[in-house]
């Protein structure tokens, strides 16, 4: 997935990576997609929880090796 910008949240936990994820986002314009990259197994779920919660939309996980990539477009 093209994304417009990155996050590098690997070796942050609960809540850390929403919390950058949520900061990063509001420095982002309307309609622009970001890409997460974290390591912290509850990611998975709190990702598109937020997403939900904030109105955001969330585009999906991808795992790699040893990480995964989440994907949000600004909505709000």
Known sequence: MKADET???I?????????K???KLQEME???????LADDDGFVKDL?????KTGNEFLGIEKE?????GYVRRLR
């Open 30 to 36: 309307i309609g622009q997609v970001l890409e997460v």
């Open 48 to 52: 598109p929880a937020w997403c939900e």
């Open 21 to 23: 994820t949520k900061i």
């Open 65 to 69: 090796a040893d990480f995964y990539k």
């Open 7 to 9: 996050l590098d949240a």
């Open 11 to 19: 070796d942050l936990f609960c809540p850390m990576p929403i919390v």
